[in-house]
């Protein structure tokens, strides 16, 4: 079991910057990405920013690149947004994401953190 908690959202006003953190606990093994995702209401969760971990390759959603950095550190097993040049756009309630490989079909299994609300005032 691994269990993920955020924190870092707030209220920013455009152009501002947040840094947003997800700390990992429990079962820290065999983690092939590590992840944040966002949503809003009627709208399906969409990939920010994603760390393959085994090749540390980043992937970036085409709104975000240039302005989100993902991050790991990884003694203190914690994944890190840093979010700069904020739009209204970028309003959405953001969710850690770990994917574990295991021996049961289909071979991994998802982990979300609570979510946290990031608000970008214009």
């Known amino acids: 079991q691994v269990q993920l908690v955020e924190s870092g959202g707030g209220l920013v006003q455009a152009g501002g910057s947040l840094r947003l953190s997800c700390a990992a606990s429990g079962s820290i093994v065999s983690i092939d990405t590590m992840g944040w995702y966002r949503q809003v209401p009627g709208k399906e969760r969409e990939l920010v920013a994603l760390i393959i971990v085994s090749g540390a390759i980043t992937n970036y959603a085409d709104s975000v690149k240039g302005r989100f950095t993902i991050s790991r550190d990884n003694a203190k097993n914690t994944v890190y947004l840093q979010m700069n040049d904020l739009k209204p756009d970028d309003t959405a309630v953001y969710y850690c994401?770990?994917?574990?490989?295991?021996?049961?079909?289909?071979?991994?299994?998802?982990?979300w953190g609570q979510g946290t609300q990031v608000t970008v005032s214009s």
């Open positions: 994401n770990v994917r574990r490989r295991t021996l049961a079909k289909p071979g991994w299994y998802d982990y």
